[in-house]
């Protein structure tokens, strides 16, 4: 559902028109993982790594948290759409997930006929 106005044109987006209840739940998950200044720095943090990945090992180190404390904020990014983990050994690499981070940018964009 979050993919409704996401520049398709099929359905309006947040300033184009109210959401419904769906949508609007569904989008306050996302934007409630958002809304934590940890997670925000880690979805940072992986979204701008060379190579489109990043190791947890690498991750842990820039927080004053416990490991289990950056898993924890790191399951929440997942759930939310907003990231993916692969195992590698005893290691997990995290990714971007772009077409969430598409969706919530035009769900936020005006459209230029809709005066400011």
């Known amino acids: 559902m979050l993919g409704q106005?996401?520049?398709?044109?099929?359905?309006?987006?947040?300033?184009?028109?109210?959401?419904?209840?769906?949508?609007?739940?569904?989008?306050a998950r996302v934007f409630k993982a958002l809304?934590?200044?940890v997670r925000l720095r880690l979805l940072s943090m992986i979204a701008s790594r060379a190579g489109g990945?990043?190791?947890?090992?690498?991750?842990?180190?820039?927080?004053?948290?416990?490991q289990p404390t950056i898993s924890h904020h790191l399951k929440l990014l997942r759930e939310a759409g907003l990231i993916a983990s692969e195992r590698r050994g005893t290691w997990v690499y995290y990714r971007p997930l772009p077409e969430m981070t598409d969706r919530l940018a035009a769900v936020l964009t005006r459209p230029a006929e809709v005066p400011s």
């Open 35 to 37: 809304g934590d200044p």
């Open 53 to 66: 990945e990043v190791c947890v090992c690498d991750l842990t180190p820039a927080f004053d948290l416990s």
């Open 5 to 27: 106005g996401d520049g398709d044109g099929c359905c309006p987006g947040l300033l184009t028109a109210p959401l419904d209840e769906d949508r609007a739940a569904e989008l």
